[in-house]
């Protein structure tokens, strides 16, 4: 029996005003010499075309000056530092190289040295540092557990059922961005129920529950989302509503609920003049079960909140057969082409509930939630693909689930330990052993005692579902490993940690069998097996997890910009936008391109209504399709409508936000936070002598206090570069009136005067990007966050990639061939503490 482990998991917090966490990259200004050996050795230093006695100098002259010990700027002091020793300084040589590399020291405003001088300085710095590459342990973590998006992989993979992991599971706590660093995955008794509830529930929605009773499942329709056109997956010829696939956990009777939005005063949305719905013709929801209809239903005009039952409707018991089902809740369309409205149509089509009555505004029927209800009557178990999957065989008598006696109990007991042997082997990310085969049988036959051959199936797979060997990825070391010693992971935690970088679930067959059979550790077949994964689809998940969290893409759900000022941004539009940053990395990933591609596209992907939002001609339909721009606009990732809409408030841009964004996720070098008791910017007068003020106009105004001016240099002049895109990143030349000015001065000096030229001084220091990416990339792969120890091992990863054109491949080869994916240090599995995460 497995006892649920213990975990202390201890915090870094690095609190230096305007100095950089040491778990961030440091950046290069230029792209990284190739070198030979591969990223799991000691990557070999790059040569240094200044000495180090001049490099001191250097270092006194320019830095000292504010970082000393009296001033401690950025809380930093060099006075006492000597690059000769820099390495046995690891931490602040690395702060040292990464301010170097982006240009942001010596900081705006003050005298800069030749930049040649600067570069030397970095490059000194960083063959001192990647000298003792060799001599720095692997670093260690926690075990960590299943996330929800990993959970949810691995019930698919494992039971053929899609689940919505949200449904049992708390939200992911998350650290340097991710969801699955190991140390800020705490453990709570409210969170073991949570999987052990989990794991009751989904056992018996897999097999299908003959004792199942009535529940009620609801899916929302957000107020945001446009109901005038056909919905993903609803029939033809309907618009507006709902469509989702439903898992029925037995054969039975179903009944479904629709309400409706209101108006403020409780009536139905869509009855006013100017709507199609009338006594004579009422509106019609359809209710269709696999695109086949189970009701029809006409909705009352003169429906109300006030009413006995609301603004809803109910239909009578639908017969369904257990499984997964489409379920469609939609209006029947009677309105094709365009409406000849007093004023042009908006695209949000419930902007306001506010107007539902006007004269000559065309209004509809909304659909505000669908709710399944059932089973009402139980009349038996079909056969579903979950089933097909746990039940690969059956004996013909444990169907009826006789008494215990009268059955085969031997021809059950072969065929459950078959089946069992399996679930557990995939579910526990290696072979089972007899002790767990055995438990797994007590338990098979208990409940084979109550319910039959399925009910002990059943009551098997919730222990499986609910054993620690499933919820937590446990790496274990040798035996006559000592403490303080490095060791590599065995074959099977290789094979797990490589296909949940990739994949977000456990290894597939033929990872499995590899390591089984203690093949995975040589270099040749660990590289073809990341490479077939690579080539997976199932691949496309670094596209919503890790490129998803990297950019901040969740934050776009908070966004909902103001409906007085952009009336046209509706749901629709805010999921095309994540979906092209989505396609866009994915594409990236299988097509193998270079990461600069990210920073530097002149492609994207779109479809009607995104293009139409950007101003792309000849784009129909709601197929996304690879396009190119048509000007310099729009490039690489910052010309992306999520990225510019994320880093907006609701009403206006926000060049603090795009700057902070850029420096923080592209450069890996986020500004301090602001001082305390510093007003914001909403602090500033809107208007000045009877006419609004333009963003740059409050910002300067804001910038003047010197408190703030230091590190709004730094930041203001990317954001103000980026001005011409609006609150949801369609291109505009004016701003309240006034003519958009987008110029500046980028922190290096270098003069901006719009998204064009900021993409030129980002990619004039494209190692920066490249290397701050490898490190997102790693900190990803790792599963903790990563100290300065690591930085070597980050550079050896870009020098690799450098001479493989940065393809995606590379980097990710180059990973999982270092020493810290492929080992670990002794201490963390003898003390199971957060060490250099």
Known sequence: ????????????????????ASSQVPARSQPMPAREQTATTAPESPRVSAPVESAQ???????VGCHNERGRSGNLSLESFDVATAAQHS?????????????????PGSRRPDEAALANLAD????????????????????QRLNRTEYARSIHDLLALDVNAGNYLPLDAKSANFDNIADAQLLSPTLMQAYLTAAAEISRLALGDPAATAREATYPVSRWTSQREQVEGAPYGTRGGVSVV?????DGSYRFRVSFFYETTGALYGNGRAALHTADAPEQVEISIDGERGALLAIDRWMNTSDPDGVNLRTEPIAITAGPHRVSAAFIRRLEGPAQDLISPLEWSLASTSIADAYGITTLPHLRDLAITGPLV????????SRAKILTCHPGTALAAPKRGTRDDGQELVCARDILSRLASQAFRRPATERDLNALMSLYDKGASETGFEGGIRMALEAILASPRFVFRFEERPADTRAGEAYALSDLDLASRLSFFLWATGPDEELSRLAEAGRLRDDAVLEQQTRRLLADRRSDVLASRFAAQWLRLQDLEKINPDVRIYPDFDEQLKTSMLHETELFFRYIVREDQPVGDLFSADYTFVDERLAKHYGIPNVIGSQFRKVSYPDGRRQGLLGH????????HADRTSPVLRGKWVMEVLLGTPPPPPPPNVPDLEATAEAEDGRLRTVRERMEQHRANPVCASCHRMIDPIGLALDNFDVTGAWRIRDNGMPVDASSTFYDGTPLTGPADLRQALLKRSGVLVQNFAENLMTFALGRRLGHEDMPAVRAVVRHAGTEHDRLSAFVLGIVKTSAFRMKSAEAAATAEGGRD
């Open 641 to 648: 409508g999520s990225i510019l809409t994320l880093t907006s």
């Open 378 to 385: 139980v009349t038996g178990v079909s056969e579903t693909p």
């Open 91 to 107: 931490e602040t040589t690395e702060k040292m190289i990464r301010k170097l590399r982006a240009g942001q020291m010596p900081p």
């Open 57 to 63: 100098a250097l270092v006194k002259r320019t830095c």
């Open 1 to 20: 029996m497995v006892r649920w482990p213990s975990v202390v998991c201890g915090m870094l917090a690095l609190c230096a005003g305007g100095a950089v």
């Open 246 to 250: 439903h898992t029925f956990p037995a």
């Open 124 to 143: 000194i710095l960083e063959a001192q540092a990647d000298a003792r590459a060799s001599e720095l342990a692997p670093g260690r973590r926690t075990f």
